[in-house]
């Protein structure tokens, strides 16, 4: 996507003008920007990503970033902060392992994207030297997936298939923590046939256990 930097700050409408001094931001090109984050950590890592690259992927100028943020570190914090603020759609299936089917479905073929299998691991690797993308990165892996998680040990609780005294710290790691290890740890390059249903049973079956 090509954008002219030099637009990026159109005229202010008559009688909504900008407090002095105020820039005005285009979203267009704010969007390309976030989009070339993706795409440049997925092609050279964060430790090569430069604002340059990033600027030159989106079609912008350098000072059309850095008008939005003040350095690398926190144009990919705020990226991958807003992923756990887009969540996932919470299924509803009727029951317990007919909504845990779908989230890893869903999950599955989120972390098993292209981009995604590339970016993470080399996030990973950044969040053991720096505490702001560990935190940025725990807030994206875990909280946008045990939002919807929580919200499907509650329908099941009320449908009366799990037991109010459930321990739910426990269940969310049990949800959560096998297709994570296959998918971005092991990293397997195929999961085996029928495995999502497999898991889905299993984990239901454990999760009336606990």
């Known amino acids: ?15 909504r003008r900008a407090p002095a001094g105020a820039a005005v931001l285009r979203e267009d090109v704010t969007e390309a920007i976030r989009a070339a984050v993706f795409e440049e950590l997925a092609a050279v ?6 604002i340059e690259g990033i600027a030159r992927r989106a079609g912008v100028g350098k000072t059309a970033v850095y008008r939005r943020w003040r350095s690398k570190l926190h144009l990919v914090l705020d990226v991958v902060s807003a992923l756990a ?39 990973q690797a950044e969040a053991a030297r720096n505490p702001d993308i560990a935190e940025a990165l725990q807030k994206t892996l875990r909280e946008g997936q045990d939002g919807v998680a929580s919200r499907i040990l509650a329908a099941a609780t009320e449908r009366g298939e799990l037991g109010p005294a459930l321990d739910t710290d426990l269940a969310l790691d049990l949800i959560s923590g096998p297709l994570y290890w296959r998918a971005v740890v092991v990293r397997s390059p195929k999961l085996p046939k029928g495995y999502l249903g497999s898991l889905a049973r299993a984990t239901a079956e454990g999760l009336k256990a606990l």
Do not use: F, K, W
């Open 85 to 123: 603020v887009q969540g996932l759609p919470a299924p509803d299936t009727g029951s317990l392992e007919g909504d845990l089917r779908l989230l890893y479905e869903v999950t599955s073929r989120a972390l098993r994207h292209p981009v995604a299998s590339q970016i993470i691991p080399d996030l």
């Open 45 to 50: 890592g964060y430790a090569r990503m430069s």
């Open 1 to 15: 996507m090509t954008t002219n930097a030099a637009a990026d700050e159109p005229t202010p409408r008559p009688r």
